[in-house]
């Protein structure tokens, strides 16, 4: 399914050394434009889909490419992180929202307001 990346949503990490969803990346696979320091995803193929960089995003801006078979067209699944939870939210090509809670698994501290 695969990742895409909100160059709009994304500050960078800038109060950090490296960006949480390059460190959160266990394939190297995301990289920081020299030029205005917005994540993007170097190759999408090699992506496995274990969405700890959508999950590190403090702002959301790494969004769950959802399959056609399940989307059907323009649907979106973004998490947001809580003190003690993902909640996930999907919204459907119709409009309509529905959201899952799962426990998180980021230390306190990196978690912004
Ligand atoms: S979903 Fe996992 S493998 Fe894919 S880019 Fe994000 S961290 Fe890397
Ligand atoms: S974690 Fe989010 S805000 Fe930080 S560089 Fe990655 S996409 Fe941008």
Same mark, same amino acid.
């Given at each position: 399914?695969?990742?895409?990346?909100?160059?709009?949503?994304?500050h960078g990490c800038l109060k950090l050394p490296e +960006?949480?969803? %390059?460190?959160?990346?266990?394939?190297?696979?995301? *990289?920081?434009?020299?030029?205005?320091? !917005?994540?993007?995803?170097?190759?999408?193929?090699?992506?496995?889909d274990c969405y700890a960089c959508v999950k590190m995003?403090?702002?959301? +801006?790494?969004? %769950?490419?959802?399959?056609?078979?399940?989307?059907? *067209?323009?649907?979106?699944?973004?998490? !947001?992180?809580?003190?003690?939870?993902?909640?996930?939210?999907?919204?459907?090509?119709?409009?309509r929202t529905e959201t899952f809670d799962a426990p998180?698994? %980021?230390?306190?501290?990196?978690?912004?307001?």
């Amino acid at each position: 399914m695969g990742i895409r990346i909100d160059e709009n949503a994304c500050h960078g990490c800038l109060k950090l050394p490296e +960006a949480r969803c %390059v460190t959160a990346c266990p394939g190297d696979l995301i *990289g920081i434009r020299s030029d205005n320091r !917005k994540a993007f995803m170097r190759v999408q193929a090699d992506c496995w889909d274990c969405y700890a960089c959508v999950k590190m995003c403090p702002v959301s +801006a790494v969004e %769950v490419v959802l399959p056609h078979s399940i989307a059907a *067209g323009d649907a979106h699944l973004f998490p !947001k992180m809580k003190r003690e939870s993902v909640r996930w939210t999907l919204t459907t090509p119709d409009g309509r929202t529905e959201t899952f809670d799962a426990p998180t698994r %980021v230390p306190e501290e990196q978690l912004e307001e």
